[in-house]
């Protein structure tokens, strides 16, 4: 039936990607840090007047605060894609975050603050294959089943991750609108249920690389005008959180999710 085959294609997919898909899934992950990383750099004084301005800090914490952001995303960008200390450079980009979380007034702007969280579950995707790297080195040790932290990663990965999409619901009457809507709504719940994990999350990879390239065209865009700056940041987080969906298609749901209790059943 269309399920079994949907199933079989996505089976196919993976057995040929599994080699290159966790390096496409942490390249996309951490472009949102590499990207703003650069703009700290080329914008140096830019945003160093607009904290200095905004918070009333003063000329060297302004400074310090660009510093560190630049040498805080360039550097996490670099250790994770070398693979070494991948957990302290999550835990440094969860800082990141949460430093500009507070810093651009992020905590009252709703979608933007989702957004951010919904990186922060890609994150803790990528801590959760750091950590089962680390475990493989002891193969023949008994792991502590369901009930470690890297299960509880996972599934809170997965469902921060939907947040991103909960943002892109559009309320309208338009008959695409609502199809959209109640396609995009059941997507969303299967990877945070996590049932039929790997092929929900491939789905809405594709789904979300559509609409990133179509509505975030920001090289259509005069690199003078606001909305350049604007399209580009938003690009770059939905890539991002496209990465974190190609990590849940990389290594599955875990062992907190349905596809995995449909195994004991």
């Not at 980009?93 to 922060?120: C, E, H, P």
Request: aromatic share 14%; proline share 2%; hydrophobic share 50%.
């Amino acid at each position: 039936d269309a399920d079994r085959l949907l199933r079989s294609d996505c089976a196919d997919f993976l057995r040929v990607t599994k080699q290159y898909l966790p390096h496409l899934a942490r390249l996309c992950l951490i472009s949102t840090f590499l990207e703003d990383g650069i703009r700290m750099w080329f914008q140096w004084n830019e945003q160093r007047d607009y904290i200095e301005a905004t918070w009333n800090c003063g000329y060297f914490l302004a400074t310090c605060f660009v510093l560190l952001n630049l040498i805080g995303q360039l550097g996490g960008c670099v250790l994770i894609l070398s693979r070494n200390f991948v957990q302290y450079a999550c835990f440094g980009l969860f800082g990141i975050i949460a430093l500009q979380t507070v810093a651009y007034s992020i905590l009252w702007d709703l979608k933007f603050l989702m957004r951010n969280l919904a990186l922060g579950g890609g994150l803790l995707l990528l801590l959760a294959e750091s950590r089962s790297e680390g475990k493989s080195m002891f193969a023949g040790v008994p792991s502590m089943g369901e009930s470690s932290p890297k299960q509880y990663m996972q599934l809170g990965g997965r469902v921060l991750l939907v947040l991103m999409f909960m943002t892109l619901l559009h309320f309208d009457s338009s008959f695409f609108s609502i199809l959209q809507n109640m396609v995009g709504t059941a997507l969303i719940i299967l990877v945070a249920i996590g049932f039929k994990t790997k092929l929900a999350a491939l789905t809405l990879v594709v789904w979300l690389l559509a609409i990133n390239f179509y509505f975030n065209a920001f090289w259509t865009i005069p690199a003078y005008k606001p909305m350049h700056d604007f399209l580009k940041y938003d690009f770059f987080q939905t890539t991002s959180v496209i990465g974190g969906l190609l990590l849940v298609v990389a290594l599955g749901p875990g062992g907190v999710s349905m596809d995995e209790k449909k195994k004991e059943w």
